[in-house]
């Protein structure tokens, strides 16, 4: 159920009600536009991750900026950013539901889709999908580039689900799906460098075997803010599937050579108790801050540490600085941004310390 927003448009940022997404618009925007600049001159196109934002909202902005649509990993996501205006969404996960590829193939009328497969089994599932709707359906081979997650191997097995794919009647071949997801966390740029560029060339040696077999690729996607500037740069991948790069969280930040993008997302929690003289205790908790990626941590608060948590409840140490004072409220910055997002109702969209905008987190919760 959707929650009344936290904030009205004017307000003070302490006014804003606790727990609160904040959306630091200035940072949000000025990283939209570093990504539309870097991917520029290198020919790939940006189609960026839904499932970061899950907001039409975002995306309508992205595509402003260039992008050529949005990939998600939910029929639901797909759904509520189709309806949102969205005009081009490739689900870049495997569907294998009937009931959900019944309702893929019906976005058809109002968007372009596409999805993704690994398997003889499910593109079955997805042709006759395409059948009853009357429809032909994109379909992309995924490859798996190091991950060691979805995909199939790369080269011949990939080369002959795609000549299923090239032959039916009711699909099309799409191209390929390439993204190494552990890749995107390793902290040394050499570390990274070594798994992307094998992924690369599992890339490579694939399109070219499609090619030999008159099939080209219309997509080759993937890639993330931790690595696209290598697939940007390869000449073999023409869509980057980055997300978290909008809003930045301390999980990408702990990088070595971290992206070039600004903290933009935050986490407003208020100090409920000061029990102690080492301890303050805010209203941000584990259902308000997942850990999935580490604790989140104080921004521009030194000497405070986020130390533990509690359903309801998140402990701040006091190591040095001013101590936070009972009813202050601090800005949290999320280990991982998506599914600290998805925790929200509404973004609370800041500039010069005010509110300007809430903006309705439209597929918060939808993972069907």
């Known amino acids: 159920m959707l929650q009344p927003p936290p ?131 994109p379909v992309l081979v995924e490859i798996d580039v190091g991950a060691g997650r979805c995909g199939v191997a790369p080269g011949p097995e990939a080369v002959a689900l795609a000549e299923r794919i090239a032959g039916s009647r009711h699909l099309t071949f799409g191209g390929l799906q390439a993204y190494h997801g552990s890749a995107q966390h390793i902290r040394t740029p ?71 993008f600004r903290h933009a997302l935050f986490i407003l929690t208020q100090v409920m108790s000061t029990p102690k003289p080492d301890l303050a205790v805010v209203d941000a908790g584990h259902k308000a801050a997942p850990t999935d990626s580490g604790f989140p941590q104080p921004w521009q608060r030194l000497g405070l540490r986020y130390a533990g948590a509690s359903d309801e409840h998140g402990n701040i140490r006091i190591e040095g600085g001013t101590p936070p004072k009972l009813g202050e409220k601090l800005r949290l910055v999320p280990g991982h941004c998506d599914p600290t997002i998805d925790r929200y109702d509404w973004f609370v969209g800041l500039r010069n310390g005010r509110v300007e905008c809430l903006w309705p987190i439209a597929a918060r919760g939808a993972m069907a």
């Open 190 to 260: 050499e570390g990274r460098a070594e798994a992307i560029n094998g992924a690369i060339e599992r890339t490579r040696r694939t399109v070219e075997q499609l090619r030999q077999r008159g099939l080209d690729c219309g997509i080759v996607g993937g890639a993330g803010t931790g690595t696209f500037p290598l697939e940007a740069a390869s000449g073999v991948f023409t869509e980057i599937q980055a997300g978290s790069y909008a809003f930045m969280d301390a999980d990408y930040a702990a990088n070595q050579e971290a992206p070039p």
């Open 7 to 137: 904030a009205e448009p004017g307000m003070r940022e302490e006014e804003v009600d606790t727990p609160a997404l904040l959306l630091d618009l200035d940072a949000f925007e000025a990283n939209l536009d570093a990504m539309a600049s870097f991917l520029a001159p290198t020919g790939a196109k940006l189609r960026a991750h839904a499932k970061t934002h899950k907001s039409p909202i975002v995306a309508l902005q992205q595509i402003r900026r260039g992008a050529v649509g949005q990939c998600v990993q939910k029929v639901a996501e797909a759904e509520i950013l189709a309806w949102g205006g969205v005009p081009d969404i490739l689900v870049s996960n495997e569907v294998v539901s009937p009931r959900k590829l019944a309702r893929l193939a019906a976005l058809a009328r109002i968007s372009k889709v596409a999805l993704c497969t690994d398997n003889a089994e499910a593109l079955a599932l997805a042709e006759q999908a395409a059948e009853a709707a009357g429809i032909r359906l």
